[in-house]
């Protein structure tokens, strides 16, 4: 109801209908900080296509401390040498996929999963990108 007449309110004194939606989005955007990471350091360049990393996801699974302490991962979207043969062995993205925490590397396609050529970022959800977007624009730009 409120909504309603607030949107009445809005037509008619053509008040700015987008400040609604934005308080509607809002909590939406909040979680992009937790967005997808984009892993694309040798993807790419090896013919495949770059990695979607849901870290929202796993968050909710796990404790940071799981993946940043004791597996090494590093705060920073594409700052760990990350491969194949690493997951394999058992570590990073491996230490969990190998068909027993979790599904094992034979399903290539759920992490690679990514768009070809989209450069390593985190965020990479349309709420974040509205939300990385926004920023630059009252950032000018940079
Ligand atoms: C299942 C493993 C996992 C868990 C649990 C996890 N992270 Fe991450 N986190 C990652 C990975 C993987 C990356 C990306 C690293 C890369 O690209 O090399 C990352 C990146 C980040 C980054 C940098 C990118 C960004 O989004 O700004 C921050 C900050 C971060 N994590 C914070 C957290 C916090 C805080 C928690 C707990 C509430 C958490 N992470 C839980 C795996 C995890
Ligand atoms: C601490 C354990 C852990 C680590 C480390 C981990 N994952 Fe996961 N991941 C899981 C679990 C558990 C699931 C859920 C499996 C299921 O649903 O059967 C999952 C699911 C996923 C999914 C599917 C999400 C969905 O929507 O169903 C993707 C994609 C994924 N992981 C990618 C990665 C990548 C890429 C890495 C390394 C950068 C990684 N994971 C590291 C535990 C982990
Ligand atoms: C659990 C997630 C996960 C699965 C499953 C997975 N990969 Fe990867 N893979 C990664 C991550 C993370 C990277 C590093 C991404 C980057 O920075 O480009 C990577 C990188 C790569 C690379 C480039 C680096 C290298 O090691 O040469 C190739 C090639 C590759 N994967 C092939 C595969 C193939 C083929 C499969 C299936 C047999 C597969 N991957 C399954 C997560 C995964």
């Not at 992009?32 to 849901?54: C, H, Q, T």
Request: charged share 20%; hydrophobic share 35%.
């Amino acid at each position: 109801m409120i909504l309603m007449e607030y949107i009445t309110v809005s037509i008619r004194y053509n008040l700015p209908i987008f400040l609604l939606v934005f308080a509607l989005l809002y909590p939406a955007m909040a979680q992009a900080e937790y967005g997808d990471v984009l892993m694309n350091n040798y993807s790419d360049d090896a013919g495949m296509r770059p990695v979607v990393f849901p870290h929202w996801f796993h968050r909710i699974r796990f404790r940071c401390k799981v993946c940043h302490a004791d597996l090494g991962f590093k705060f920073e979207a594409g700052g760990n040498e990350i491969n194949m043969l690493k997951i394999i062995d058992g570590e990073y993205c491996g230490a969990c996929h190998n068909g027993e925490v979790a599904w094992s590397v034979e399903s290539c396609d759920i992490c690679h999963s990514g768009k070809p050529g989209t450069p390593t970022q985190v965020h990479h959800s349309t709420t974040s990108k509205l939300f990385t977007r926004t920023n630059n624009k009252q950032k000018g730009g940079k």
